[in-house]
């Protein structure tokens, strides 16, 4: 495992990061061997949201680490706010109301008196950075919240935020793995004519490097939310046939080779995973022990379906 400071803020975090979605699905000691074997292996970052499981997965963490005796000083826990009614009338809050009630039941539920990281989860079209702000400072002010960040943001979002936010936003969760580039394409195909050229996310990869924003990559095995993993996708069977190739070069799991694609990129990301196979777990940080050449880095890229210029 390899450790980094997220956003120049936030030092010794693990690269690699558990995400805790699907947590809730398991019983209590499956949840306690995930976390064993997490630590295990050097995974210290565990990112969860307040609507996962409608908080359980989060009161199910805080359960499995009761029950194994993990210190709460061992971890660094990511929550996110922001999401409504998602059965009912889904639709984004970020007012500061919903903030602070938001972070204090996951405090609550996760059994805690401070998260590590709070990033407000997509966007609020009807966002007011000041309240935004007030909300920030009076849960960092408390002590509830040590770093705060967003999720799936361009750069004028980050920006007007920004603006009021006395506190650097450290992270941004994106979408991003060898079947999902846009963070790639615009800028390989820069003063192009073809699809491949539009800027659909204002730039947001070199904004976030400009800025140390760390990039938290969530599923990087997916195509999108819709298409499922792209391993399972007929569109897809050349690049799945590319990285199991050089997974068995390489003589690690398929999951550690795309890892290793994800982290061979400069911009020093944070890859959130979601397994909740302990073997599985185990196999992906031999991600850390391979450094792709260029050559290879490309070929995979293009066997994606994404020529060159």
Not at 11 to 32: I, N
Not at 68 to 93: M, W
Request: aromatic residues 10%.
């Amino acid at each position: 495992m390899k450790y980094m400071t997220v956003g120049n803020e936030l030092e010794g975090a693990s690269q690699l990061v558990l995400g805790c979605m699907r947590l809730a699905e398991h019983d209590p000691k499956e949840v306690v061997s995930v976390l064993e074997t997490a630590l295990e292996v050097g995974i210290n970052f565990f990112d969860h949201s307040d609507v996962y499981a409608g908080g359980q997965s989060e009161a199910k963490f805080a359960q499995a680490l009761r029950s194994a005796k993990i210190p709460r000083e061992r971890v660094l826990i990511q929550s996110k706010c922001g999401l409504r009614d998602v059965h009912t009338n889904y639709h984004f809050d970020f007012s500061k109301d919903y903030i602070i009630s938001s972070v204090e039941g996951s405090l609550e539920r996760l059994q805690t008196d401070y998260l590590d990281v709070l990033l407000l989860h997509r966007p609020d079209a009807l966002v007011e950075p000041e309240e935004v702000a007030e909300a920030f400072s009076q849960l960092h002010q408390a002590g509830k919240v040590r770093y705060f960040g967003v999720s799936n943001q361009n750069p004028y979002q980050m920006e007007l935020l920004q603006k009021s936010v006395e506190q650097p936003l450290i992270a941004n969760q994106l979408q991003f793995g060898p079947a999902h580039t846009p963070m790639l394409d615009a800028g390989l195909n820069a003063n192009m004519l073809n699809p491949l050229a539009i800027v659909r996310d204002g730039s947001v990869l070199d904004y976030c490097r400009l800025h140390h924003i760390t990039i938290q990559p969530w599923s990087p095995f997916q195509v999108d939310l819709n298409q499922g993993l792209f391993m399972e996708h007929p569109k897809y069977a050349q690049l799945t046939e590319t990285l199991h190739a050089f997974a068995s070069d390489y003589k690690v799991s398929f999951e550690a080779l795309v890892l290793a694609w994800i982290l061979r990129h400069p911009a020093q990301m944070q890859p959130i995973v979601g397994s909740m196979n302990p073997q599985r777990i185990r196999s992906m940080v031999a991600a850390f022990d391979i450094e792709l050449s260029r050559a290879d880095w490309y070929k995979i890229y293009k066997s994606a379906g994404n020529p060159l210029p």
